[in-house]
């Protein structure tokens, strides 16, 4: 229970920081940075989608002992 906590507020920070980066990128960078920005905030808002993606599935496949 408590891994999945931790993974879902992971996920959280990483998609809030991603989608701070996000809109500095789109509204408020210029040139090369601006992609630079949005490439990490697309990659950290993959990556907090696949951390929560982890944490659902270790609470649903997980034996029934553990639940």
Do not use: C
Not at 55 to 66: G, I, L
Request: proline letters at 1%; hydrophobic letters at 55%.
């Amino acid at each position: 229970m408590a891994t999945r906590r931790r993974r879902q507020l992971w996920a959280g920070v990483l998609a809030l920081v991603g989608l701070v980066l996000l809109i500095i990128g789109v509204t408020v960078a210029d040139g090369v940075a601006a992609w630079v920005e949005v490439v990490v905030a697309i990659l950290l808002l993959v990556t907090s989608y696949v951390v929560q993606h982890l944490a659902r599935r270790d609470t649903v496949y997980r034996p029934d002992e553990r639940r």
